[in-house]
């Protein structure tokens, strides 16, 4: 248990355009999931807590008028990065809690975002 | 700010000897503790949990903790090439839906 699916593995896009990333809990109900970035050689930085049926929680300093987070059911969480430029180029990792394992995250495969 | 540090290595350890990481933390109310590997290009896989001080083991890893220390570690007894990873320290101070202040990582080679 406790699979967490993220899609797409990896993406190129023309800078301007939007992508789409979608993280799905496959078999259990996750109210919150939250959304990591890392780049090369660094660690996960925490963009935001995406909580269903309510507004996600940026961290300081991600705009949120840029990434956008929408977690319309208890299974399914987006990300969309808005007019991408080549500096939002990086690793974007998805990640739920599964509650009977306590605090435990458990991440998705990643997507790899490579802005041209 | 919470912080999590870690020696960022890379550390190179023998196959077959044991390998120690090492991770210090910030947040005082910090209660989960965790550490994750991750392979290039890969998400991180959970190793270890830990929640209360002294040491937890599970097969050939062992996690040991120290709260009054703020220090938390990961001992890899008989260490294997597959080992060689970057391991992840990551810390919660619990609540239930905050998400994990990770440390850098440290690189971890293991020499055949």
């Known amino acids: 248990g406790a699979v967490v699916s993220q899609h797409p593995s990896w993406v190129i896009c023309k800078s301007g355009t939007s992508v789409k990333i979608e993280c799905r809990s496959l078999?259990?109900?996750?109210?919150?999931m939250f959304w990591y970035r890392q780049f090369p050689k660094q660690s996960l930085m925490l963009m935001a807590t995406?909580?269903?049926?309510?507004?996600?929680?940026?961290e300081q300093g991600v705009e949120k008028d840029k990434f956008l987070i929408n977690h319309a059911s208890l299974t399914l969480s987006t990300l969309t990065v808005t007019s991408a430029h080549p500096e939002d180029s990086s690793f974007y990792i998805c990640?739920?809690?599964?509650?009977?394992?306590?605090?435990?995250?458990?991440f998705g495969s990643g997507t790899q975002l490579s802005v041209l | 700010q919470k912080e999590v540090e870690q020696n960022s290595g890379p550390l190179s350890v023998p196959e077959g000897a044991i390998a120690s990481l090492n991770c210090t933390y910030s947040?005082?109310?910090?209660?989960?503790f965790f550490w994750y590997r991750q392979y290039s290009g890969k998400s991180p896989e959970l190793i270890m949990s830990?929640?209360?001080?002294g040491d937890k083991e599970d097969g050939r890893f062992t996690a040991q903790l120290n709260k009054a220390s703020q220090y938390v570690s990961l001992l890899i007894r008989d260490s294997q090439p597959s080992d060689s990873a970057t391991y992840l320290c990551?810390?919660?101070?619990?609540?239930?839906?905050?998400?994990?202040?990770f440390g850098k990582g440290t690189h971890l080679i293991i020499q055949p």
């Open positions: 990640s739920a809690k599964f509650s009977p394992l306590g605090e435990k995250l458990f």
């Open positions: 078999d259990f109900q996750a109210t919150t």
């Open positions: 995406s909580n269903e049926g309510s507004k996600a929680t940026y």
């Open positions: 947040d005082r109310v910090s209660q989960s």
């Open positions: 830990i929640y209360s001080n």
């Open positions: 990551a810390v919660s101070s619990g609540g239930g839906a905050d998400g994990l202040t």
